[in-house]
């Protein structure tokens, strides 16, 4: 594991262009906005919270806010360049802010967007600030600021998890809302996840009326979820097996709520990075095209913390093709750095963005890192900058940066600067998954090539270029689909592929975004040579393997067994009753013998 260090400069730009990782002049005041005052002059509580961006480039950023008493929820809106939006409750104490009062204290800490424009906020209720009675709130906020009576009790739901529950983190997939956060059982704080389904009521057929709990020892909380492209659902967080010491925690979860035995040790990993074993992970992120995940947090060296971020392959090892190990820590500024967010660009580089200060007690700062896919500094963000690959954001007040989004090419950061929130835009060449694709596939059929492609999300996305090659070396363009442009929500593509090549054909995407950056997807083969069955090539393998088989209509079983007879990878695809094509990533695998199976089949396959 290497320890980045960069010792803390005076933050000074000379620059004649303009360059990854430095802010925007064109957003609110020199790249910074601030919102003057809530009504009440109530400061904002804070706590981690989260910012999304909508399709039309408008903002929102979710937080809790102060009552006089104790706190609500609550949720702005931004216009495009920063600046309140006052369409946005417009008959509201003040424009551009919506407030939920539950009646007692409630922290908001995330949100999920639906893609009718609804908004769900997540988050906690307790009875006063500091109590130990919390459940799992949300509230579902109308396109217009308004709650959606359609939702739980006019519009607003609580749920108990054990004798406390706090949530952290909401996702939407399927119809459905998972929410994470922590459970006191009654002799340990356990993971604990809720499914909700769109109205509200507890999806009854996950885990045990909706709820799951995981336990790691004597304490632990999941701070942060994302859904896979296999509909999987993968928590990270912290846990503490003795009380003492804390490590990075991720526990991965089937569609039912049950752990997935493929994943890690039962289900469940814990990671140590620091000396002190003073570990917590607060934000997870997911390749879909490698299925990698990297979850950030802090680490403390021994007299402050550090950013920390560990990415993991699919079956949740280590990843070591990430700097060896799989771990790094930066030190950015003299005091703790904490990363609270991060995010993979389509290029596999990381954004990991928080907070750092100059020592205990001190003045705070918004910081962001960027990593190159092998876990080095990336120099080219910020690269005037008195460290390379970092940047701290100062609002001239203690500043705590918890959460990034992408706006078109750009980064959004927004947080809490003293009483207030403020968000800053960060110039970014790289849009961070403009288009997020869930699968790729090919087919035969008859003579023709049958390709089939799945999006998560679109962003600012033209087309997809199909590109075909004879040699997996050489493409060229045969065809373009239109994009969906925008879209928070699934979308299908087809292509047909009328005269391939008689023997091998390679097949792969580009995806083309309306900034002129574009992106490749994996490659998939199909052979019209091929046997009836089911082939895997080539074999020996390095890094792709291509799979062709013949399978009944429905979902198709793909798992890669290791010579001790654990799994590691494993995903689904859909077969509509022809040949089908498909491929495996191997590269992450270490050199030996494996068993890939589909279905029932099997095929022994040389790693190299």
């Known amino acids: 594991m290497r320890n980045i260090f960069t010792p803390f400069l005076f933050l000074v730009f000379f620059t004649a262009s303009a360059q990854d990782g430095t802010l925007d002049v064109t957003y609110g005041t020199s790249g910074k906005q601030t919102v003057d005052a809530f009504p009440g002059n109530f400061p904002v509580y804070n706590a981690m919270h989260q910012i999304a961006v909508l399709t039309n480039g408008k903002i929102l950023q979710c937080f809790s806010l102060s009552n006089g008493t104790n706190n609500d929820f609550a949720i702005v809106r931004y216009t495009s360049d920063g600046f309140l939006d006052n369409t946005f409750n417009s008959g509201g104490a003040l424009p551009g802010l919506a407030v939920v009062d539950f009646g007692a204290n409630e922290v908001a800490t995330s949100m999920a967007i639906q893609s009718d424009g609804k908004v769900?906020?997540?988050?906690?209720?307790?009875?006063?600030?500091?109590?130990?009675?919390?459940?799992?709130a949300l509230a579902r906020i109308n396109t217009n600021g308004t709650l959606d009576n359609t939702f739980g009790t006019s519009g607003k739901v609580t749920t108990a998890v054990g004798t406390e529950a706090n949530a952290f983190s909401i996702l939407q997939s399927g119809g459905v809302f998972v929410v994470s956060g922590f459970?006191?059982?009654?002799?340990?704080?356990?993971?604990?996840?809720?499914?909700?389904?769109n109205n509200g009521t507890l999806d009854n057929t996950f885990g045990t009326g909706g709820k799951v709990t995981t336990n790691f020892g004597v304490n632990a909380v999941a701070y942060s979820i994302i859904v896979q492209a296999d509909a999987k659902v993968v928590a990270a967080g912290f846990a503490s097996p003795d009380g003492s010491t804390n490590y990075f925690a991720l526990a991965r979860?089937?569609?039912?709520?049950?752990?997935?035995?493929?994943?890690?040790?039962?289900?469940?990993?814990?990671?140590?990075?620091g000396v002190a074993g003073s570990d917590a992970a607060y934000a997870l992120a997911y390749d879909r095209i490698s299925g990698k995940l990297a979850a950030a947090g802090s680490s403390f060296n021994g007299s402050d913390n550090d950013f920390a971020v560990v990415r993991y392959s699919p079956n949740g090892l280590p990843d070591a093709t990430f700097d060896?190990?799989?771990?790094?820590?930066?030190?950015?500024?003299?005091?703790?750095?904490i990363a609270y967010t991060i995010a993979f660009q389509p290029d596999g580089k990381l954004v990991a963005a928080g907070s750092s200060d100059y020592g205990?007690?001190?003045?705070?700062?918004?910081?962001?890192?960027?990593?190159?896919?092998?876990?080095l500094l990336d120099n080219s963000f910020n690269s005037s900058g008195s460290k390379p690959g970092t940047n701290l954001i100062d609002f001239g007040g203690n500043d705590f940066g918890y959460d990034i989004a992408t706006q078109g090419n750009n980064i959004i950061i927004g947080g809490v600067t003293g009483a207030t929130l403020g968000t800053a835009r960060l110039l970014n060449s790289s849009v961070i998954l403009p288009a997020s694709l869930s699968s790729f596939t090919a087919a035969k059929q008859a003579a023709a090539?049958?390709?089939?492609?799945?999006t998560a999300s679109e962003q600012n996305t033209l087309e997809y270029q199909v590109l075909r090659s004879s040699?997996?070396?050489?493409?060229?363009?045969?065809?373009?689909?239109?994009?969906?442009?925008?879209?928070?929500?699934?979308?299908?593509y087809r292509f047909t592929d009328a005269q391939p090549f008689s023997g091998l054909n390679f097949y792969r995407l580009r995806v083309m975004n309306a900034n002129g950056t574009t992106g490749l997807s994996k490659i998939v083969a199909v052979r019209f040579d091929a046997k009836p069955g089911f082939e895997a090539w080539p074999?020996?393998?390095?890094?792709?393997?291509?799979?062709?088989?013949?399978?009944?209509?429905?979902?198709?079983?793909?798992?890669?067994?290791?010579?001790?007879?654990?799994?590691?990878?494993?995903?689904?695809?859909?077969?509509?009753?022809?040949?089908?094509?498909?491929?495996?990533?191997?590269?992450?695998?270490?050199?030996?013998?494996?068993?890939?199976?589909?279905?029932?089949?099997?095929?022994?396959v040389i790693k190299d």
């Not at 459970?183 to 389904?197: E, H, K």
């Not at 979860?253 to 990075?273: A, H, Q, R, W």
């Not at 060896?324 to 750095?337: H, L, Q, R, S, W």
């Not at 090539?449 to 799945?454: I, Y």
């Open 120 to 136: 769900v906020l997540a988050g906690y209720k307790s009875s006063s600030v500091g109590s130990n009675d919390g459940v799992f």
């Open 324 to 337: 060896g190990d799989g771990k790094v820590t930066t030190a950015i500024a003299t005091g703790n750095d």
């Open 253 to 273: 979860y089937n569609i039912n709520g049950s752990l997935d035995n493929t994943f890690g040790t039962g289900g469940k990993v814990t990671t140590s990075i």
């Open 449 to 454: 090539v049958q390709l089939n492609w799945q």
């Open 183 to 197: 459970s006191w059982t009654g002799s340990s704080y356990d993971f604990a996840l809720v499914r909700y389904n």
């Open 471 to 492: 040699d997996g070396v050489n493409f060229s363009t045969i065809g373009s689909v239109q994009a969906a442009g925008n879209s928070s929500s699934v979308k299908d």
């Open 539 to 604: 074999n020996p393998v390095t890094t792709s393997l291509n799979l062709q088989l013949t399978a009944p209509a429905g979902p198709v079983a793909i798992r890669v067994i290791d010579p001790s007879g654990r799994t590691v990878k494993a995903f689904e695809v859909r077969s509509s009753g022809t040949t089908l094509s498909t491929s495996i990533d191997m590269s992450g695998l270490v050199r030996g013998v494996y068993l890939v199976k589909v279905n029932e089949q099997m095929i022994k």
């Open 360 to 375: 205990f007690g001190t003045d705070a700062d918004y910081s962001i890192v960027r990593y190159m896919s092998n876990g």
